[in-house]
């Protein structure tokens, strides 16, 4: 689901309580993230760039990428300081945009949200589900 808030009549406060996190958690992305990133997104390559989705899992001190395409599939994981254990589908070009801004988001309940630096111009909230072992 997408949602974007305009100025006017609709009303605002129903959506904006979902974006709301009780008891969050920061984490901070590394720098190298973008660059595993990068060669994640040549394996999620998709006619509609709406259909490329690489998986993002959190786990066990690691952060793992990891994406496929008829072309192969791709997985890379990297040391990531972290006791928290959850999961997250994402576009790819979405996640490079966002974190051309911000290189931390906030953990908690159930939710991974990422808010803009720039007097919060835009906010992103997806779902976090466990990762399989």
């Known amino acids: 689901m997408a949602c974007r808030l305009y100025e006017g009549n609709y009303p605002a ?3 904006k309580k979902n974006m709301r996190m009780k008891d969050g958690v920061a984490i901070a992305f590394p ?3 973008i ?3 990068e060669r994640a997104w040549v394996f999620a390559k ?3 760039y709406l259909e490329e989705i690489i998986e993002i899992t959190i786990a066990d001190k690691h952060i793992t990428v990891k994406s496929d395409s008829p072309r192969g599939k791709f997985e890379e994981s990297m040391r990531f300081d972290s006791d928290m254990d959850f ?3 994402i576009v790819p070009y979405l996640i ?3 974190l051309k801004e911000v290189k931390s988001a906030i953990v ?3 939710k991974l949200k990422f808010e803009s630096l720039k007097d919060s111009e835009w906010v992103y909230v997806t779902s976090l589900y466990k ?3």
Do not use: A, S
């Open 13 to 15: 406060y129903k959506i």
């Open 31 to 33: 720098d190298k993230f």
């Open 35 to 37: 660059e595993v990133l």
């Open 46 to 48: 998709r006619e509609d």
């Open 87 to 89: 999961t997250f589908p």
């Open 96 to 98: 490079m945009d966002i």
């Open 108 to 110: 908690g309940n159930n």
């Open 131 to 133: 990762p399989e072992k």
